[in-house]
């Protein structure tokens, strides 16, 4: 039975592995670490995207090998990332390919840790080697693989996934999503993050289903190979963050959509960033022509900390929606509103927790539980949180192992994202270390960087920061602002000018400082999440790649600019995100976040 299919980058021959074949590679690879006492170590594993990466995942679990997904380095480019992950993780052992393996070996002379590693290449794995397997009889809290948070408020740190709590995740997702063995799934995210990796490879296998997978950048270089791919393999169940079913839109052409069939298409997830209704709103009514229908939708939240998901709908439905009033969230109350009302701001349900997990509301200043009307931090507890930070105790403590003050009520899993409970379904209002305060005023960044992008066409979508600092005493804003290529003959005082009068007629606040930096320079995680704390920290050390500026006030000169001038794009129609996002979510030159709305990190 058919269990993966790849789909090259180029027009040839798609590559598939059934079960059998499947275990059998990973019976050999199980077989191979267990030759050299590897249960219970650490296994790195570096594969570009396709099926011996899945092979070698299967092979650490059939040895009791904890493995530890990572993305190869560039050709030529240094590799930090990798050697801090090896550090933090003490993997004895590095599972790769020929042509990966030829390439970091290059770099063993500057880094002596990875070349101490031992190293496997799983394609000259001896004839036979399967039949030397044995069962390591692993236990539901061994440890499975370390998830390496993607490092969009901190360091990067490896979450302790167990085999429990795998297999409850799993099993949550199945009854949430309402699939079975009759599962088609077609998926371009990257498989060494939890939302790849969980929702787009091991759940279809869970249940015994079939996957198409292709890459990322096969998706975002042209995104009709994705619902190319549903249309020719008849895909069911298919997801992706926000911001690919805007790329689908703006990208597609009239043309294209003449050959597409989405009938088979019954779930469509969404998550991993902020989740905007009017993305889904335009995505069905693309799409509505080549059989999409907007009952297919399935928002939903989650992070690496609980394995993937936490809370969705008792399976896709038509998205259910919430519109408060948005200065009221200043003040963390919900406070209903009338949709399209003046000062309203309309959120995405991402539904109850899912089986057996919970979610409080909690004051992250007091400890104690919120009242229905009121804002707090999402805590969660359940058999998918995991176990814990490797090797960091006082944060494991901090974040895995908190309790209600009034009730002792605990211990829950603090996950650092803001929101509320109506009639039991989670609406997510932001990030905790994210939040701007501002006399006293709490204000969502990625609502403002929205506003911003949307407040002059030179301005590049999804390639915005905002923050705060402290100037003379008193919180001020900042916009750190990518633009886009083309045209370069708009002025800075027009665009910034813009950009004023948006964030003041929409958020009553004063910007203090507006940057406009060059396209693909600002800092993000490999899976595309803007990294607010880096750019505050480049905006004020001068490390910022700035095409213009504008401030209200003169501020201590930066160290460095590295390039100034005094044009910009000319108005142009904002035709997506394709190369910023390619850079951010392929590559790891920004250091290596995608959740207003709901996310699956």
Not at 212 to 233: C, D, H, K
Request: glycine share 8%; with cysteine; proline share 6%.
């Amino acid at each position: 039975m058919l269990a993966f299919r790849y789909l090259p980058d180029d027009t040839s021959e798609s590559i598939t592995i059934d079960y059998a074949e499947l275990d059998r590679r990973a019976r050999a690879i199980g077989a191979w670490l267990e030759s050299f006492g590897a249960k219970g170590e650490r296994a790195l594993l570096l594969y570009s995207p396709g099926l011996d990466y899945i092979a070698a995942f299967m092979g650490c679990l059939y040895a009791g090998v904890t493995a530890v997904p990572a993305y190869p380095p560039r050709l030529n480019r240094p590799v930090p990332r990798i050697q801090s992950i090896v550090d933090d993780s003490h993997a004895r052992f590095a599972l790769t390919t020929t042509t990966i393996f030829s390439s970091i070996e290059k770099r063993f002379e500057h880094a002596p840790d990875l070349k101490a590693l031992h190293w496997l290449n799983t394609e000259q794995l001896p004839a036979g080697l399967e039949a030397d397997w044995r069962d390591p009889n692993i236990a539901t809290d061994t440890l499975a693989f370390l998830q390496y948070t993607s490092g969009s408020t901190s360091q990067p740190k490896g979450v302790m996934l167990s085999h429990g709590n795998l297999m409850h995740n799993l099993e949550a997702i199945s009854r949430g999503f309402h699939i079975d063995s009759t599962v088609k799934g077609i998926f371009w995210l990257p498989s060494y993050h939890d939302m790849g990796l969980i929702g787009g490879v091991l759940e279809p296998m869970y249940l015994g289903g079939e996957t198409t997978l292709m890459s990322p950048p096969s998706f975002l270089q042209r995104p009709v190979r994705w619902l190319e791919a549903i249309t020719r393999y008849g895909g069911n169940t298919c997801g992706a963050p926000n911001f690919a079913y805007d790329l689908c839109v703006d990208k597609i052409t009239p043309e294209q959509k003449e050959s597409l069939d989405l009938s088979s298409w019954t779930l469509a997830f969404c998550g991993a960033e902020p989740i905007r209704p009017e993305t889904l709103e335009r995505f069905a009514r693309a799409f509505a022509g080549c059989g999409f229908r907007k009952a297919s939708f399935y928002p939903c939240f989650g992070m690496a900390e609980s394995t993937l998901i936490v809370s969705g709908a008792d399976g896709p439905s038509e998205p259910r929606t919430f519109t408060v009033d948005r200065k009221s969230l200043e003040s963390d109350l919900v406070i209903p509103a009338l949709a399209n009302e003046a000062g309203s701001a309309t959120m995405v349900s991402c539904g109850p927790a899912i089986i057996d997990q919970k979610i409080v509301i909690v004051n992250p200043t007091t400890l104690q539980r919120c009242d229905s009307n009121q804002v707090g931090e999402i805590w969660v507890a359940g058999p998918s949180v995991a176990q814990g930070y490797w090797g960091l105790e006082e944060e494991t403590r901090k974040t895995f192992q908190a309790y209600i003050a009034d009730t002792n009520e605990g211990p829950f899993l603090r996950t650092g994202d803001l929101g509320f409970l109506n009639n039991g379904e989670l609406f997510v209002t932001g990030r905790l270390k994210d939040l701007i305060i501002i006399h006293g005023s709490n204000h969502y960044p990625q609502d403002i960087e929205l506003t911003v992008e949307s407040s002059h066409p030179a301005l590049q979508p999804a390639g915005g920061a905002a923050f705060s600092i402290t100037d003379g005493g008193k919180e001020q804003l900042v916009i750190i602002q990518e633009v886009t290529r083309q045209n370069r003959q708009a002025d800075v005082n027009e665009v910034a000018a813009a950009i004023r009068q948006a964030v003041s007629e929409k958020h009553d606040l004063q910007v203090f400082a507006i940057v406009l930096i060059k396209p693909m320079s600002i800092p993000k995680t490999s899976s595309g999440k803007i990294q607010r704390r880096a750019c505050k920290t480049a905006f004020l050390n001068g490390g910022l790649e700035i095409v213009g500026e504008w401030r209200a006030k003169k501020l201590p000169t930066p160290t460095t600019q590295k390039e100034k001038t005094d044009s910009l794009p000319s108005k142009t129609a904002k035709t997506g995100m394709t190369a910023n996002v390619i850079q951010t979510w392929l590559g790891d030159s920004h250091c290596l976040h995608l959740g207003n709305g709901c996310r699956l990190h």
